[in-house]
């Protein structure tokens, strides 16, 4: 099995910084992409900002030059450098994994949430 464990959330004021962290454990075969998704009340899960094994990374218009999203191999973690926060990036934000596992396929694996929230 594999669960993707989130850290990093929470209240910040405008103009700060938070990191996120999501870290993948279980039988681990090999990671290929990683992305975080946000979904804001009312509104439908967006993309983030990815990532590839090949540390090629991509971006949404609304956070590019503001967040930054880096992976470390060795730990199964992927992070996202948030700074500049706007009150219009508050969302609850989710990790995404396309996991290969030990004696299987490749699966899609996603975190439980992390809240984040940017008072103005």
């Known amino acids: 099995q594999v669960q993707l464990v989130e850290s990093g959330g929470g209240l910040v004021q405008a103009g700060g910084s938070l990191r996120l962290s999501c870290a993948a454990s279980?039988?681990?075969?090999?990671?290929?992409?990683m992305a975080w998704y946000r979904q804001a009340p009312g509104k439908q899960r967006e993309l983030v900002a990815t990532i590839t094994s090949g540390d090629i990374t991509n971006y949404a218009d609304s956070v590019k030059g503001r967040f930054t999203i880096s992976r470390d191999n060795a730990k199964n973690t992927v992070y996202l450098q948030m700074n500049s926060l706007k009150p219009e990036d508050t969302a609850v934000y989710y990790c995404?994994?396309?996991?290969?596992?030990?004696?299987?396929?490749?699966?899609?694996?996603w975190g439980q949430g992390t809240q984040v929230t940017v008072s103005s």
């Open positions: 995404y994994s396309a996991i290969r596992r030990w004696l299987g396929g490749q699966n899609d694996y």
């Open positions: 279980g039988s681990i075969f090999s990671i290929n992409a």
